[in-house]
Each structure stands twice: as structure tokens, then as C-alpha cells.
């Protein structure tokens, strides 16, 4: 029988073990530089009609709700519609806008949160200064409160948070993301919501303490909420019912009540 030729020094080397693979890097946001130009258009449009109809909205011959709501609500409803295509066109409609079962409660919780550290204001901030008008003045615009009671105003109040959203966190800072990354749609974002409502600083201006400052601050310390929440949890749907509760929170139950 023939025996295979093997060498008896020969020894079995055993496999060297795999080169150890350098660490991978964390994933980058896939940002798209050439989207640039067109994400800031869609920002100024979108910050300029606002500025515009809000300025308007909160003039003194507008004051109380039949008057406020209308033109703001339409507004934001036509400017939804470029929100919903590019959506659409980003092929993310569904994903963004589907509900999930804890977003009511999220938005309930943070819009809480909100609301409690905005009752600090006049009991911290303005209470005993002149200032106190600025919050007097506010509340005259939105009108008696026997005006904001009827169920189909909160239903607008509502409404009208969620078209917010939709068009600024569902379009504005989505837009800028694809663009420039997260951290810089956001600050933008913020910032471009605050100039929109800039308008109401004089609008709502008080003979004493001077320019108002409350609806823009409100604006900034909102916008950065909502904006994080819609960055965090990658949809819309908590930061819409935090935006909305918390406005129809403010206009129900007033915080002048605490001065």
C-alpha cells in the first residue's frame, strides 16, 4: 500500500489570526451641498410670508380670535401644501406624518414642561415692573376670554400649531438638513421662526415698557423644542401636539392670572 509522502518535521502551522480591522468610524449625515441654494429659498418664502401675515395678524385692529386666526391659518395652510411635496418628493411623506402611539403623550409631557416654565415669566420676570404690560398687551390681542372658550376655537388654536409645524419643522428644517446637516437646520430653523414673528414686537409694543419682546422669546425657546424633538425622534408627530397643546394651553388659561 502506498502511503502518501508527508515529512515527519513538517508540523501543522495553524492559521494566523485575521488582522484586526481598525474601528469603524461613527455614520456621517448624508448631506447634499448642491441643495443648498434651494433649501434657503424655501427658507425665505417660507419666513417671509410668515412675517408678513403675522405682522399683520397681530395688529391691534385684528385683535381677538375671529380676526387673528383666519389669515394666519390660511397662510400656513397654502405654504403646507409645498411642505407635503417635498415630502412627497423626498419619498418620506408616510414616515414623516404617520402617527405612533406615544406621540400624543410625549407632546402632552413636554408641552407641560413648556407651559409651566412660561408661567415663570410674569411671576419671576414682570411682576411689579412695567413690564407687566407687555403680557396685559398680549392677552388683549387674543381677546376676552369668553371669545377663545367655544370648542372650534381651540379646535383652530389646535389646527393652526400643527400647520406650524408641519410647514417649519416638516419643511423649512428638513430642507436646510439635507443640506447643511442636523445641528445647523436646527439653529437656522430657530432663528428664521423668531424673525418671523419679529413683527409683533412692535405690534404689540406697550406705551411704558416699549417694544415687546415676548411672542419673539416664545418663538425662539418653542422653535428649539420642537425642533429637537422632530430631529430626535425623526417624524412629526410629538412635536406637533407639543406645539399645539402648549398654544392652546397659553390661550386657555392665561397667564396674566399669575401677576
Request: glycine share 6%.
Amino acid at each position: 500500500m502506498n502511503l502518501p509522502d508527508t515529512d515527519p518535521n513538517d508540523e501543522a502551522s495553524p492559521e494566523a489570526p485575521p488582522e484586526a480591522s481598525p474601528e469603524a468610524p461613527p455614520p456621517t449625515e448624508h448631506v447634499e451641498p448642491e441643495y443648498s441654494r434651494k433649501a434657503w429659498l424655501q427658507a425665505a418664502l417660507v419666513t417671509s410670508i410668515s412675517a408678513a401675515v403675522i405682522t399683520y395678524a397681530f395688529r391691534f385692529a385684528s385683535a381677538g380670535p375671529a380676526k387673528m386666526l383666519p389669515p394666519i391659518g390660511i397662510a400656513y395652510l397654502v405654504l403646507a401644501v409645498g411642505a407635503w411635496r417635498f415630502a412627497s418628493a423626498r419619498a418620506d411623506l408616510r414616515e414623516q406624518f404617520a402617527p405612533r402611539r406615544l406621540d400624543l403623550t410625549l407632546g402632552a409631557l413636554v408641552a407641560g414642561v413648556l407651559y409651566v416654565l412660561a408661567n415663570l415669566v410674569p411671576m419671576v420676570v414682570l411682576q411689579g415692573r412695567p413690564q407687566e404690560g407687555w403680557l396685559w398687551r398680549l392677552y388683549l390681542q387674543l381677546g376676552d376670554r369668553s371669545e377663545l372658550a367655544p370648542p372650534y376655537v381651540g379646535v383652530a388654536v389646535l389646527a393652526l400649531a400643527a400647520l406650524e409645524e408641519i410647514v417649519w419643522r416638516g419643511w423649512v428644517m428638513r430642507a436646510l438638513r439635507v443640506a447643511h446637516g442636523a445641528r445647523t437646520a436646527l439653529v437656522a430653523t430657530t432663528l428664521l421662526y423668531a424673525l418671523a414673528h419679529i413683527g409683533t414686537m412692535l405690534t404689540l409694543r406697550d406705551t411704558d415698557a416699549g417694544l415687546n419682546p415676548l411672542v419673539v422669546i416664545a418663538a425662539v425657546a418653542g422653535g428649539f423644542v420642537w425642533g429637537t424633538m422632530a430631529l430626535r425622534f425623526e417624524r412629526l408627530g410629538p412635536s406637533i401636539f407639543a406645539h399645539a397643546i402648549f398654544s392652546w394651553a397659553v390661550a386657555l388659561f392665561p397667564m396674566w392670572k399669575r401677576l
